[in-house]
């Protein structure tokens, strides 16, 4: 009889659902803030399409056709930039293929801690665009949500799910849903954007039914629904959070075995804290909110800080005030070069960031900072440790006590912008190829009259001691040939060198021969600017430029440059030559 009753009461919820589809309830409130007006995006885009109105299909799709049938239907044009807001066009990617942009958007490396990668890889999924025609097996859209929620950019991921609607298909609904949950969508979360839950079966549709229909004040719908949800299991969690938000008793579940969007939306509007524990369970969006948290303690906030280090989710000032808010025994603090071996990116950051602030011995105090800058001696993560420890390098004097630190003190201070301070490491320094490297990225980074007789010195340098029969060395091709490609000014014989040197194959992260074809013949087309900049991320990568082929590197500069993309062209120029060392 239980059974029957269990069975019957899906089959009638199931029923009702499909009978109430075309008026869902829609809660009311405001959106849940983050508490950070840096990350606020806007509510839906302003160039969303006037006839286009949620729920209804792009023209030229037809009911019930799905993507198995003619390919993904991918709605109407959405996003939040377009061209007078730093977007890449609408049309910038009509000419490409579809199957390759869609799988170049799986591979985009927005969930980056890298500055450049990071910025660029946002600029192309934020991007009011057309889709290019064909097949595909998901809707770009869908990619370009799931992709802004993975990097932590929940109300702009929240702003992107809420312009539009696809029917028929689960799997944008999913990622719609949980960007809308994240973001604390209120007006939206109950609106036919999430119309999925009147019908489908799975748990996460049936707990959000339940929650709508209460939300509105509807127990009957609400009861019939959650004896429906009871069938699948029971959720202690899920009825303490509902019960917490109606009733305001703010008593937190003492466990959520699975967490998902729901219940951090359900905690968020309970006034409840996002605890460490639970965003353990979850992605970069539970963490983000934890590591926010100012009723966490510092600890915790570091844990959930940690695990989306490489997420670049968290801003610098963020994360060096929760690396300040720290506390340390003073065993660990005497010698910390011993506990960082145990230690996670994020805690060395943080212990070493201590230690060094206190330290007041010059050189022990550039060993410390030294450590942090280069985590294991490679300088890949330079752009994101020179923002966590750059305040330190401002405050340390170059002198003869010092000057062990100059190649990384003074790139990290070019990074944060600190051009002026840089240049002071590298003052009557003797000529080799460490110099000449500096003074040219010195040029690119932040030009100066008063600093042209050096660039054109370093340029001479290198003509006469980097030519092909002296054994050349990466960096001189890299620093010769970003300089030719951005146009800077330079000696005749240093800039025929640079062609020579571009021209070269030199080591490192190669892509394929196809690649690099794909991406020089895309860059000579019309309406696949964003293929370029796609295929260029590609090349870089999450980790960023540093193991990027001196010729590679200069290609994808070049391009930029030709493309009209001058400040992108500069910032990656900068950031690629700042993390390379000369022999």
């Not at 885009?45 to 056709?65: C, D, F, I």
């Not at 006469?464 to 620093?479: D, E, G, R, S």
């Not at 062609?499 to 309406?527: C, F, H, I, N, Y």
């Not at 960023?544 to 391009?559: H, T």
Request: aromatic share 4%; with cysteine.
């Amino acid at each position: 009889m239980t059974a029957c009753r269990a069975s019957c009461a899906l089959l009638l919820f199931l029923t009702l659902g499909a009978a109430q589809g075309q008026t869902p309830p829609v809660a009311t409130g405001a959106p849940i803030p983050l508490g950070s007006a840096a990350t606020t995006a806007p509510s839906a885009p302003e160039n969303t399409p006037a006839e286009y109105k949620p729920g209804m299909l792009r023209p030229s799709a037809q009911p019930g056709v799905t993507a198995g049938e003619l390919g993904t239907m991918d709605g109407p044009p959405v996003g939040l930039l377009d061209e007078s807001s730093g977007g890449l066009g609408q049309s910038m990617w009509v000419n490409s293929s579809r199957t390759e942009i869609e799988d170049l958007l799986t591979r985009l490396p927005l969930v980056s801690a890298d500055p450049f990668a990071r910025a660029l890889a946002r600029r192309v999924v934020l991007t009011t665009s057309d889709a290019p025609v064909g097949d595909g097996k998901r809707a770009l859209i869908t990619i370009r949500i799931e992709k802004l929620i993975q990097a932590g950019l929940i109300n702009e991921a929240g702003a992107l799910a809420a312009s539009l609607q696809l029917n028929n298909d689960p799997d944008f609904a999913r990622v719609q849903a949980d960007a809308l949950l994240y973001a604390g969508r209120d007006k939206d979360v109950c609106s036919d954007l999430t119309a999925a839950r009147l019908t489908a079966p799975e748990p996460f549709w049936l707990q959000l039914r339940v929650w709508c229909f209460l939300s509105t004040g509807d127990t009957a719908s609400a009861e019939l629904a959650r004896a429906a949800l009871e069938v699948t299991g029971k959720d202690p969690a899920f009825d303490q959070l509902v019960a917490d938000v109606l009733d305001g008793k703010k008593k937190a579940p003492t466990i959520i075995d699975h967490p998902t969007a729901l219940h951090i939306y359900l905690m968020r509007k309970a006034g409840l804290p996002i605890t460490n524990g639970i965003a353990a369970k979850l992605g970069t969006a539970a963490n983000l909110m934890a590591a926010r948290e100012t009723r966490n303690t510092a600890a915790d906030r570091l844990s959930a800080a940690a695990r989306i280090s490489a997420t670049g989710a968290l801003s610098p000032v963020e994360t060096v005030a929760i690396l300040n808010g720290q506390a340390y025994p003073a065993d660990q603090l005497a010698n910390p070069q011993a506990v960082i071996a145990r230690l996670t990116f994020l805690p060395t950051q943080a212990l070493l960031r201590r230690a060094s602030t206190l330290e007041t011995r010059p050189p022990q105090k550039v060993d410390l900072l030294l450590a942090a800058l280069s985590p294991d001696g490679k300088t890949a993560r330079l752009p994101q440790t020179a923002a966590l420890q750059g305040d330190i390098a401002s405050n340390v004097k170059p002198d003869g006590s010092t000057m062990k630190g100059r190649f990384l003190i003074s790139r990290a201070l070019i990074l944060n912008g600190k051009a002026d301070t840089a240049a002071a490491w590298y003052a009557n320094a003797e000529a080799d190829m460490d110099h000449a490297a500096f003074a040219i990225l010195l040029d690119i980074a932040a030009p100066n009259p008063a600093r042209d007789g050096g660039a054109q010195a370093a340029y001479d340098w290198l003509a006469k001691n980097a030519a092909p029969q002296q054994n050349p060395v990466p960096i001189a091709a890299l620093a010769l040939g970003l300089a030719d490609v951005l146009g800077k000014p330079m000696p005749p014989n240093a800039k025929a060198l640079a062609g020579t040197l571009e021209g070269m194959r030199w080591d490192g992260a190669r892509p394929g021969p196809d690649e690099l074809r794909k991406l020089v013949e895309a860059s000579s087309q019309p309406g696949r600017k964003g293929e370029v900049v796609l295929r260029i991320l590609d090349m870089v990568g999450a980790g960023g430029p540093s193991d990027l082929p001196p010729d590679v590197a200069v290609e994808c500069v070049r391009i930029l440059q030709q493309m009209g993309m001058t400040g992108e062209a500069r910032a990656l120029a900068i950031e690629t030559l700042a993390v390379k060392r000369a022999p």
